[in-house]
């Protein structure tokens, strides 16, 4: 069974652009959600979506958004980019509503 | 403000000793704390959890120990190996939600 799929892994961006992340869950698993991971402050909740809704959505600025498709792919998107947010996006799957997350290799993006 | 907050930020063990990584949360919604195990340019991947109807949790040489009315919990490896040397993150979430909170992270490393 293959894993969660993230495209791309590596990406430049400089300041005021816009980037999109996509993720393709495991087979089955209807909930994807986003964090981001930078050091020192760990993981930190972007937001979750089960079966095309957005049901969780963390602390972050609206530059962030996101959606899920009926096929279950996501996609998160991060508009007039600041340096501030260059970091690896990690997208996470999980079969039901509640319970183990399956991670990503995630998409490390750089901001100059 | 973090939800969960996790030490040490880094740790040196010989081989053959014990890893202790320690957790702490304040949420007492929280229902279900999960370990995690990051290697260099891999997402993270569940190693054990538990829930709080339990003190303890044992797999293999790794033990979480859970104390709710601290609310603190740890991971303890035992006989570590250079193998384990990883990230190792603390998380949180509440009943039937896929929002979790992590910790900060424990850089181990297992001297052989």
């Known amino acids: 069974k293959a894993g969660v799929t993230q495209t791309p892994r590596y990406l430049i961006k400089t300041r005021g652009q816009q980037v999109t992340l996509s993720c393709s869950p495991i087979?089955?698993?209807?909930?994807v959600s986003w964090y981001q991971q930078t050091p020192g402050q760990g993981l930190q909740f972007l937001f979750e979506?089960?079966?095309?809704?957005?049901?969780n959505k963390g602390n972050f600025p609206g530059r962030f958004s996101g959606r899920q498709f009926s096929n279950s792919r996501s996609e998160m998107n991060v508009s007039t980019l600041e340096l501030g947010d260059s970091a690896l996006y990690l997208c996470?799957?999980?079969?039901?509503?509640?319970?183990?997350?399956?991670f990503g290799e995630g998409s490390r993006l750089t901001v100059l | 403000q973090q939800q969960v907050k996790q030490s040490p930020q880094s740790l040196i063990v010989q081989k053959g000793g014990i890893s202790i990584i320690n957790c702490a949360y304040e949420?007492?919604?929280?229902?279900?704390f999960p370990w995690y195990q990051q290697f260099p340019g891999k997402g993270p991947a569940l190693l054990i959890a538990?829930?709080?109807?339990?003190s303890e949790k044992k797999e293999g040489r790794f033990t979480i120990s859970f104390n709710k009315s601290a609310k603190q919990f740890s991971l303890h490896i035992m006989d570590s190996q250079p193998g384990d040397s990883a990230t190792y993150f603390c998380?949180?979430?509440?009943?039937?939600?896929?929002?979790?909170?992590f910790g900060t992270g424990t850089s181990l490393t297992v001297i052989p």
């Open positions: 996470a799957s999980s079969f039901g509503a509640a319970g183990e997350l399956f």
């Open positions: 087979s089955g698993h209807r909930s």
């Open positions: 979506y089960f079966s095309e809704t957005q049901r």
């Open positions: 949420n007492t919604a929280f229902d279900y």
């Open positions: 538990i829930r709080p109807d339990v």
């Open positions: 998380a949180a979430s509440t009943v039937g939600g896929n929002q979790f909170y």
